[in-house]
């Protein structure tokens, strides 16, 4: 059984950035489109950003394209998430998981920006 376990949230401003990590167990990982997913007060829990199992191909949410990274090394089993000129609206719970055949949900972390 894969875990998935994010890291890296936490209280900013407006306009600036945080790097978020998704370490994930088992060597399954690396063969999956991985993806952020954000789940902000009040809505459902969102798709924005996937990278395919070689990291050659990236895709983001509208909202996302253009501030929002994603990367992966599947050596460590670790898909990252660089997020820059952070809006009020990038607040939520930031989730990793498979596109696919998704795995458990791990706890996830918190993202919140202030203005």
Known sequence: QVQLVESGGGLVQAGESLRLSCAASGSIFSRN??????????????????????????????????????????????????????????TGVYYCNAVYNQYVWGQGTQVTVSS
């Open 33 to 90: 489109v991985m993806g952020w997913y954000r789940q902000a007060p009040g809505k459902q829990r969102e798709l924005v950003a996937s990278i395919t199992s070689l990291g050659n191909t990236k895709n983001y949410a509208d909202s996302v394209k253009g501030r929002f990274t994603i990367s992966r090394d599947n050596a460590k089993n670790t898909v990252y998430l660089q997020m820059n000129s952070l809006k009020i609206g990038d």
